[in-house]
């Protein structure tokens, strides 16, 4: 999850599509995994979590897919409203270790 | 509603003020907490972890004398940004894990916008 000096990469899509956020993590010993959404001048909230137990995860309009092979983790929101409209983040944790947070993606919901 | 409140939201001084932020979690004890840096248009970096009762854990390249961390109480952590200068200008965060492990999620507060005139 180190990513120093890196600009957000951005997205944006239609409202009532569906939209995908991607990441890499870096750890293959990373067991647990959360995606964050921030909007502008706030912390970050839950969104949805895995463990590396799983490969699929379903919420409210969310779902998050791990691929342990590739280290890969990424967000699917079904029906994108503008109210989705954030950073969204993944984090990832090493047993017994703190969180490391991905790069995050800006996502826009065109209206 | 928030279940860690961070204070204050937003401080402006003059360099070389020092400037002491509370961390709070208030209907939970956190036994650890979180201290994250944010510059604009990048992801949050970890600085320390605050223990209760313990010295902070502060990661590579986090100056421990400029970032004085006190955990004295299982809901209330400080960070003081000590001799401030306009680098240290920043979105600062706390976290606290929900159930008191550090592999769940965690709540986070709202920030502090820091700015060093």
């Known amino acids: 999850g180190e990513n120093v000096g890196l600009h957000l990469p951005t997205l944006s899509v239609q409202e009532g599509d569906n939209s995908i956020i991607n990441c890499a993590y870096s750890n293959s010993a990373s067991d647990y995994f959360i995606w964050y959404k921030q909007e502008s001048g706030k912390g970050p909230q839950f969104i949805i979590d895995?463990?590396?137990?799983?490969d699929k995860r379903q919420g409210q309009r969310v779902t998050v897919l791990l691929n342990k092979t590739v280290k890969h983790l990424s967000l699917q929101i079904a029906a994108t409203q503008p109210g989705d409209s954030a950073v969204y983040f993944c984090a990832e944790n090493i047993p017994g270790n703190q969180f490391y947070f991905g790069t995050g993606t800006s996502l826009t919901v065109i209206p | 509603g928030a279940v860690v409140s961070q204070h204050p939201s937003r401080v402006i001084c003059k360099s070389g003020t020092s400037v002491k932020i509370e961390c709070r979690s208030l209907?939970?004890?956190?036994?650890?907490m979180f201290w994250y840096r944010q510059f604009p248009k990048q992801s949050l970096m970890l600085m320390a972890t605050s223990n209760e009762g313990s010295k902070a854990t502060y990661e590579q390249g986090v100056e421990k004398d400029k970032f004085l961390i006190n955990h004295a109480s299982l809901t209330l952590s400080t960070l003081t940004v000590t001799s401030a200068h306009p680098e240290d200008s920043s979105f600062y965060i706390c976290?606290?894990?929900?159930?008191?492990?550090?592999?769940?999620?965690?709540?986070f507060g709202d920030g502090t916008r820091l700015s060093i005139l």
């Open positions: 895995i463990r590396s137990n799983m």
């Open positions: 976290s606290a894990p929900r159930q008191g492990r550090s592999n769940q999620p965690q709540h």
């Open positions: 209907d939970f004890q956190a036994t650890t």
